[in-house]
């Protein structure tokens, strides 16, 4: 097949087009970010899977394609969405596309409001392993499948089984129908709490096989679920962790009375990786089997990056966006970490709307006294959207609950006021989603307190 995709610099819409790439389809795509920037790495990597990049303008579509995909950031008035349109060429969305795709296998679909990437790509990971050879079509970068060709956001396998991360971003997550799901968790996101609940429990209804859900978390246990397999590290369940030992940067524990390390930190990376036991245990793989390999996962791309750790500074580059995420993470790096600046951006004008007050929440929660937080312009990826919220409205609430923040409108005052204002912090997290150049950014931080 001969397909489009507009917006493939996305992580879902990328994952999609490498996948169907490795297939043997001829691949076109565009994307607003690689027409600003030419030297994007993904640009050059898709380019050497033998994609064809074109600019985003609508020249690129003719009638000689199959059909084309679109991410849903993509506006219905940009000239390739009318262009496809005119020509009267099939028009679908990524994750309608992805719906199709998951019914051609047998689909692990991994859903909840954190955690997703993470664990569909530990799962993959460990199936490849264990010789299960399976498909994968994720959200995050697995460093482990990174390649010259590959962002490691997809893997092409020999087997009939593939694994997904299933958002609920858009709501077609009700469209999917797999062999088995997790439910990692349920919090704020993208939608209310109860809009998502109702989502989660259509996947489930939609689920041929297995169910493995979270028994800790008290929004999935209102949820109507029957026959579930559950997780968890507080509650009883079938698969319960215990003497756990939270490491700075790892996690040992036991479950069925063998022992466990996991290479990755935090108390929520131990959830996701009692899901991937449980899902695998209950598809015949033995627990000391699991045990003798989890430890060899390295993680994802931007899910707590080290970019310096010398033991006396440390610089952490993440993806986490949201209260429950951001709450994760500043809970894990207190366990780390005396004194911490941390280094926020928000992303879109409309989550950051809808979840301010969870995000006042989780800050003045989270700051101690003696940590500061830097708060970044929201992100605006482009497209039509009411800027009617700034991150001064989150600041000012953090402010008001006695903690200490401030908001910096460029980058490059942070990096002039290393050595000057903020002196002292030997230790950043520099988070927020969809912007790759956060990373860079975490990596000058870090470059600049080396050669201090």
Do not use: W
């Amino acid at each position: 097949m001969k397909i489009f995709f507009s917006g493939i610099g996305g992580s879902g819409v990328s994952a999609i087009a490498g996948f169907m790439a490795d297939k043997g389809h001829k691949i076109i795509g565009s994307d607003r970010a690689f027409d600003k920037n030419p030297n994007h790495h993904l640009y050059k990597l898709l380019k050497s899977k033998g994609i064809y990049i074109v600019p985003q303008d609508g020249n690129g579509i003719d009638s000689s394609f199959d059909f084309s995909v679109f991410s849903t950031a993509v506006e219905h008035d940009q000239p390739e969405f009318l262009k496809a349109k005119s020509l009267g060429i099939p028009i679908k969305t990524r994750p309608e596309y992805l719906a199709e795709i998951v019914l051609d296998f047998k689909t692990i679909a991994v859903a909840g409001t954190s955690g997703k990437s993470t664990t569909s790509g530990m799962l993959a990971f460990l199936m490849q392993k264990f010789g299960l050879n399976p498909n994968f079509i994720g959200g995050g970068r697995v460093k482990q499948f990174k390649t010259g060709i590959n962002p490691g956001n997809s893997v092409t396998g020999s087997s009939d089984i593939l694994v997904i991360e299933a958002c609920e971003s858009d709501g077609t997550i009700v469209n999917y129908k797999p062999e088995h799901s997790i439910i990692l968790n349920l919090d704020l996101d993208h939608h209310s709490i109860d809009k998502t609940a109702m989502m989660f429990e259509t996947l489930i209804k939609n689920t041929a096989d297995k169910i493995v859900v979270n028994a800790d978390d008290d929004n999935i246990k209102d949820i109507d679920i029957k026959d579930t397999i559950t997780f968890s590290i507080d509650n009883p369940s079938n698969y319960m962790a215990d003497n756990i030992v939270y490491k700075p940067f790892s996690t040992d524990f036991s479950l069925k009375e063998t022992k466990f390390s996991l290479s990755i930190p935090g108390r929520y990376n131990l959830y996701n990786a009692l899901s991937c036991i449980a899902i695998l245990s209950e598809m015949g793989i033995p627990i000391k089997d699991i045990a003798g390999v989890l430890h060899e996962f390295k993680g994802i791309e931007r899910r707590f990056d080290i970019h310096l750790n010398d033991g006396k500074r440390l610089v952490i580059d993440d993806y986490a966006h949201n209260p429950h995420k951001i709450s994760s993470l500043m809970q894990t790096m207190k366990n780390i970490k005396e004194k911490i600046c941390y280094i926020f951006q928000p992303h879109g004008f409309a989550p950051t709307l809808m979840m301010k007050n969870e995000y006042i929440e989780a800050f003045t929660e989270n700051l101690r006294d003696y940590d500061h937080l830097i708060l970044l312009p929201i992100f605006y990826a482009g497209g039509t959207v009411s800027k009617d919220i700034s991150s001064h409205d989150i600041a000012d609430g953090v402010k008001a609950k006695g903690k200490s923040v401030e908001v910096v409108e460029d980058r490059g005052m942070i990096l002039q006021r290393l050595n000057d204002q903020i002196n002292g912090y030997n230790n950043y997290v520099v988070f927020g989603a969809r912007d790759e150049t956060l990373s860079d950014f975490a990596r000058e931080i870090a470059d600049l307190i080396r050669s201090a």
